[in-house]
């Protein structure tokens, strides 16, 4: 595996239901984020982890939560999700926070809440 | 706080012909970057060019380059020679480059603009 992949790429789940989606980087970078890309917006950050510092969007609400185990991995558990909820969510990394690196982007997941 | 306008949910372009992709940007930071990225329909983000706000020539990768008019604060991307794959969204993003504390080099896009390729 190269770059950066994310599992699952499609999933559908029910409003009451709990899923997990994740992340994982190939590249050796000490930084991850997950976006969140709705029909008609701008990509909204929503977390970021590093070795330096973890940040969150305040309006990102508390249905979902990240995980972050190593540099490498970054989860985004999802629960009790609402139909607005519905995106594509999309996982990046770079080689830290607190410089102007690159950020590279994985594939996605197509979420969709019923 | 930074903010991109990408004007145009649109563009159609001839195969072969040359487009531009418009973006205007506002920020109070004297030190950003400017990019370019390209999503196909498989949902992947990849990107196209860069330009620093202190690069006195404009950036070129290949077909793409950046036209940026900084006192009009703008970032254009032109490709040139178009091809079928370069349908696609293309997004318009911009960073501080300087730290000024946790989340500073986060990027801020634009809401993306939709280009279709005309064989």
């Known amino acids: 595996e190269t770059g950066v992949t994310q599992t699952p790429r499609h999933l559908v789940m029910g409003m009451t239901n709990k899923k997990s989606l994740k992340c994982e980087q190939h590249?050796?970078?000490?930084?991850m984020y997950w976006y969140k890309q709705s029909a008609k917006k701008p990509l909204e950050l929503m977390f970021v982890?590093?070795?330096?510092?973890?940040?969150e969007n305040n309006s990102v609400p508390s249905r979902f939560s990240p995980e972050c185990p190593n540099s490498s991995h970054l989860f985004l558990h999802l629960h009790t999700l609402q139909p607005e909820d519905s995106a594509l969510y999309l996982c990046?990394?770079?080689?830290?926070?607190?410089?102007?690196?690159?950020?590279?982007f994985g594939p996605g997941t197509r979420l969709t809440v019923t | 706080a930074q903010k991109i306008t990408q004007t145009q949910p649109g563009m159609f372009v001839q195969e072969k012909e040359a487009v531009t992709l418009d973006c205007t940007y506002d920020t109070s930071d004297q030190s950003y970057g400017l990019f370019w990225y390209k999503q196909p329909s498989s949902g992947e983000m990849i990107f196209l060019i860069y330009?620093?706000?202190?690069?006195?020539q404009n950036a070129t990768e290949g077909r793409y380059s950046l036209n940026f008019q900084k006192a009009r604060k703008s970032a254009n991307l032109v490709i040139s020679a178009s091809q079928l794959g370069d349908s696609a969204m293309y997004f318009c993003?911009?960073?501080?480059?300087?730290?000024?504390?946790?989340?500073?080099?986060?990027?801020?896009f634009g809401k993306g603009t939709k280009l279709s390729v005309i064989p």
């Open positions: 330009q620093g706000s202190y690069d006195e």
């Open positions: 590249l050796g970078h000490n930084a």
């Open positions: 993003a911009m960073r501080a480059d300087s730290y000024s504390g946790a989340g500073s080099y986060q990027l801020t």
């Open positions: 982890y590093s070795l330096e510092e973890r940040v």
């Open positions: 990046a990394s770079s080689q830290g926070t607190r410089g102007p690196y690159e950020q590279y």
